[in-house]
């Protein structure tokens, strides 16, 4: 008898039962002020997955000596933001209940503020580790509180003062960058220099990971909504990505921003599975 | 002294006081439930309208003769759709106020609904002359009741039975094509014939006239989300423009959802372009 | 608990078991002379169905009502061809067997081959209807036999003179459109007319019905690899298809050459998903 | 001892002193006021033809069996117009000169106008048949004489009125519609009808016919720098040129206008090609 | 009562008669000789730059705080190239007699040309600062003297020897590299390093600083005619520019040669926009 | 008497007979197993290397001094592996008979294998030194052993142990890294570093040197069918080029896998035209 067409992120073929770490998409892309489209990320990152190996010789593992679980992408409604939120929230907290750790592929950023407010549930102490070319920290945009461009401000309201860490910043109002120099975020611009100095701080908190793709160069990722050139490259990513992974205690984690129709030579998904890819191995002990 | 930089539709270039008709553009894309993308049409049509004759061999009449306003484009905010169509209804009451046509340029689909209620304030006695490859009838989309597949469905709401005239529809739900059968709505499938038996009945009330230019066939058309096979060719729509404008009262009127990066030919966007400045001069006199 | 992420054609969601036609895809371009890229098309075809409705406003009819079975595509090797001909001979045995009807979806034509050599098995006195605008009767395409060029001629090996149909063909080598003339198959050129006057003689035959996609106009359908202007509308495809579903006993059907990347506007993916909707329809009783 | 690598259109491969015929190419867009991009249209013919068969089941006829030369394209520099011209009549000239007949690939329309001159030193009594969506009848453009927007206007300027026959014209300036009309030429609107009216007139004259390929309606040559939609297609094309081609006595044509790059599906190209094999086709007796 | 759609660079909205800085457009790329489309850059970065913040984090600065006017671009007539530069010139006139600093966005490299002329008619010991990745040194091209490839050339021909000096350099031919050590120009090979040891000669002189963007490496920049790999990133362009700004004094400026269609990303774009953001807030004392 | 239209790769218009190095395509590409599109990379090479210099400032070279042959592009059997080996390996021994150097440009990395069997057969002590990002060691690729995925095992099974010299390499199973490892190759991961400590093992060796374009960084080089993030940038691949070339004795090369449809931007072709003139002139003394 014949086998129904399944299609996950390649090598994350375990039960859910058996799986630590649960994939799932989050296609949504409603706030998105410039160029829509990453709506089409997450389904894009497991289809072209399959170009892909399951080996990494940058961290010597492979997919296939782990346990992980795909469960595809929620059906969002568009043009109902809370609706939207909820649902992320949603899946975030069976994911959570069962012990398991949230790995989220947006979509947007605004994505982010669905799982941080599950995962704020159950780690009330928790720590966001943030990497981006924009600081998101407008209180509004437009008159809009929910917008991709005020996410981490929308976290901050939850987490509060102290405990935002933000990477590679580079783009933003000059508001942004004077309301986080006043304390209430802590920001190093331009690259993802400095790392060490913020573990010592978070090293036994728990700590939600959240990588806006467009913290690269678009030189090397040109898919995404908002290019800001003078971004890092792959290597200065990937670094980062092991280092924090292994110093702290992440228990919830996203990746957003990858518009793939905006790259049609397909280089931008290609690099964003392999982010994927790394990301999972360097969560394994 | 040098002047700034003005970009209106070619040959749109009276002043507001002495103008019969107002262009404004809607750029609104967030409940697409496919491929995003209308948000950057109005732009476009103005931008590429310079590549486009003001004369009509069609109509032999040329856009310079006309006292036409091009307003430019709403500001709009993503992710608020209330907000948003409250924008749009303001814009038209103001136009309406001084007297004059609105004619509003997409967007997706669910920006007539703005329209609509405003000018339906202003002629409580409209009816709706619809043109599209969808039904647009849903009640809901997921759950969601201000959806561009919901929008005709909303404005029955607003007018009520046998006041929607749909032409051009070859798709939609089982249920969108039994309910419009069951009264609701007027329905000639597939194209553009017959519109002379409806002249009849609405030729002394005031009509609001909404283009979904994915009536037209992929063929001409690619630029658009959903592109439905099976459509009218541009002549036909030419054709079928000219008769409902000159044998109605067309009280305020639209064109929606080009996607101009969709098809990177340029054809689309031409086509567009065309559309508006026959449409215009069709509204002549 | 979690499910996974299964993604089948639209409304073809029957278990195997219950299911009357089972829809299966050979990704495979290996012997394609010109563009190639045809690999993509099945996973295209099936990715971008969700933009599809399941109701046909052209039958009155909805693939909800119907059992259907999507097995995914063939993990098919590049660079030998004999090896991906067997393959696909072996999944139409299991669906023949099974006594469900195979719908393949290619790739190149000469993934008809696999099909038509599983088919003939079953059924001996098998007759060939044939959509393209290309002959595929050479004999050998720069010494190879075994080439998409050559498709219907291996066809004719199989089955002899007066079993295959042509219908639009208007692309071929002179000695192509000689011999076919010689008595060796039936060809209408240009177009799908005429197709009444063959079906008489093949009403009560088990018939193979094969689309090259490229039988229609490359203005409806670029996304192929060797367009060929000239071509029939979608229209005049549909009504063939409804024609011949309808009045002969079809055993084995394909779809080929539809190369999604040449089309980045998505209208002819979105065609071919019509013509899947479509053509299972027809096929209903 | 290997050999050069030489480029020709498919089935041109006659030696200069046999040819009957001889192709060159002229890629020149600087005066071109939208989009550039039609110097890319000679080599892009060329390098695409081979995707095409040499024989045509149209006029059952083969390239092989004619003798046609392809003399590459014209080293021009841009940014200089009339040193573009003037190489232009210069091959033309050569070509005439040893009794063979010039078919000139452009580039932008203005080429044509470097052909006309040439043949028409060499019979006065030229006719000249335009095939075009534009009339191009402007007396300059910005004040320039020299426009692809003035070419016909220019031939007009040598040849007088009665002798220029215009057919598919659908865009310009409404005083070049209003020039037309006052006798200077004959001008058909919007398609290729009304052929046979005019042949009477020039059967046995010398005949310059020119072919800007924007005539062709958008939806099946989208790949051309000012689409007009509500053009012919592509089987109204091919039969105005054999009846042109059989009933009148051509000197020198030529086939203007595909932007390759514009559409980049290669369609546009592909049916250039085509457009180049029967026409070169049609001109055998 | 509705106002007129202005579109200026973002941040740029001051009067004319207040502004210090004017810019403006030069649409043109006729002597073009690869892949023509540098005309659509400076509307293209008109209309993007609203995905762009006004607030610099690198310099700390922001365009609302200064007065710039956006004086947009200059209609001109593709084949005439001396009435373009002339028009260049005309315009960049009338700034300097305001006493206000032109900033041209080109088109191609030869607009430089028609502002050099003005600009060293007021300011006769001008000095020129070139980023490029070609000499553009060759005293014709094809027999054609006034050439995007000639520009520095005739810019030479103004000024002289010892008075221009180049920057990133890394093609061009032979005799170009040999004409520039004669003594003719400096140059500074492949990157942007050295600067500071010409400061001190210039430090006291007007200097018209020209950038062509394909001084930056393809990675980063693919959207321009002929891209050179081996460039600098835009983190080096952005410390050179504010040096140079900072340290001399520049009394005109442009940047050349973004060709935005052929980066369909809108990468390239992006960053220009930044580029001429920094470099507007660079020219701020 | 006009002159055929021959296209070479810029600056390479010796003759055979005089010539010492033998330019010449093999565009094949049907064992592909992702993304196809290398078949129209020689073509697409040796046309747009008329946007490059001759001369290079890198090498103070240029290649209108040296003695280059371009014999164009062998043609090849889409669907039969063997057959083109073959075919590859008869064009390389002849221009090896004649004394002369092959430079062969892909098409998939499947194709080096046919050059190295012949070049073997004449330098029987044959060592490879291999630039790429995937190791290419697999034994069999889906059961087939004739895969680009196994072109080096290949080459392997004919030179044996210590003899292939591999850099760059950042992808591929777990398996072929371990198996390097177990002495069959030096493998040197990621960059193109250390190969001053190979040279002194090979210097006095024959060396076949085949280059996969790969190697490079998806920023400057996204026009390939496996884009690998992480790799190396163009001044890094010029450097290693010629210290190799300079080095060693090179008696056979190649550079393989442009795929330059998936660059729209032209970019990446660009830059292999520049790697292959900088290779060129690299390998003349």
Partial sequence: MLSENIETFIGCEASYREAKIVLF?????????????????SAAIRHESYGLETYSPYQ???????????SGDLELCFGNTNKVLDKISERTDIILKDNKLPFLIGGEHL?????????????????????????????????????????LRRCHDLVGDGR?????IRS?????????KQGHTFMHKFDLQGIEDILINIQDK????????????????????????????????LNAIIKI?????????????????????????????KVVREFLLALQE
């Fill in 25 to 41: 998409g989050a296609p949504f892309d409603s706030t998105t002020s410039y160029r829509p489209g990453t709506r089409f990320a």
């Fill in 60 to 70: 010597d593992k492979d997919l296939n000596d782990y346990k992980i679980f795909d």
């Fill in 111 to 151: 994505v982010t503020l669905g799982a941080v407010r599950s995962v704020l549930n159950k780690y009330p102490d928790l720590h966001i580790i943030h990497f981006d070319a924009h600081a998101d920290l407008r209180d509004d945009y437009l008159g809009e509180k929910l917008s991709h461009a005020c996410v």
């Fill in 164 to 168: 935002i860490f933000q990477f590679g």
């Fill in 172 to 180: 933003g109002d000059k508001s942004e960058f004077v309301w986080s």
């Fill in 206 to 237: 728990p700590v939600y990971f959240t990588i806006d793709l467009d913290v690269l160069d678009p030189s090397c990722f040109p898919g995404t909504g908002t290019p800001e050139s003078g971004g890092v490259d792959f290597i200065s990513l």
């Fill in 245 to 273: 992974c292994s110093q702290t205690n992440i228990v919830g984690c996203d990746l957003v921003e990858l518009s793939p129709n905006l790259d049609i030579s397909g280089a931008s998904t290609a690099l964003a599975c």
